[in-house]
């Protein structure tokens, strides 16, 4: 008795067609790498087995799924560089809204970038929009600083404590000082500080020296000129600090202390003032000897 073997036989390419077809029906993005996987082994599940699939054709398949894969992983990574690279830019994109199901077009400065499930979604206004739905870009936002820092003057001639701080590492010092006069950034304010005492970690240059004095006769050569610093809060956290050496100490253990004038603080970061009873006493000083 004859067996008529299967004339036809469904290869992959056939099952993904099919696949998609269902899959844009149900309002989805296509086919992962996982269904790829799952329909190379429905393939093979159901396979004629009087006419198996030739071994050159399953590592053929095998390739086109390796190849797959390697495109989704590009594509995902390609998406979030688009994305990042849209912070602060102008962006206008075309979204459904999920409350009326209608078209929607937003536009606006893009705040943030957050990754859920291997896609990019920027904040815009404060909605979702998923970057692949931007369709124009403008440049990048300029801001400027427009600040009255009239306001602040007040505060010169006061000592006061705040912060200096390293924005590549997030790490936070808190530095006193007496207020000498405020600048305008172009982003922020500053106060500008003097007689700031700080515990030296090292010297903030890309020259690299093994001498263990190499501290102590650098702060000797710049004494009164303008120094890059990194300080030290002895707890771990190091920030760079740029001003001019006024005086420095060097203890038995090697610690070595320095004060500094002109260093500057963001006035945002003031979180304590008090009278600078120094300068009310040499006042007084003063007056008395007027008197006499």
Known sequence: ???????????????????????????????????FLKLLITQLTHQDPMNPVDDKEFIAQMAQFSTLEQMQNMNSDFSQIKAFSMIGKTVTASIINKGTNAQEVIQGIVDSVTIENGKSILNVNGKDVP????????????????????KYTGLIGHKVEGIVYDSSTADMIGVAGVLKEIQRGIYENYGVLDGVSVNVAAINTEFVSADPEFRTNYLTSNLGEKVNLIISDGNGGEVPVTGVLNNFHVEDSGRITAVLDRVQISVDSIYKIKENLDSINDEAAGEGGEME
Not at 4 to 26: F, L, Y
Not at 131 to 150: C, M
Request: charged fraction near 30%.
């Open 1 to 35: 008795m004859a067996v008529n073997g299967v004339t036809h036989q469904k290869t992959i390419q056939d099952i993904i067609n099919a696949s998609e077809n269902k899959a844009n029906e149900r309002n989805t993005d296509g086919l992962g790498k996982d269904d």
């Open 131 to 150: 970057v692949d739905s931007v369709i124009s870009v403008e440049g990048e936002r300029i801001i400027h600083n427009d600040e009255d820092i009239s």
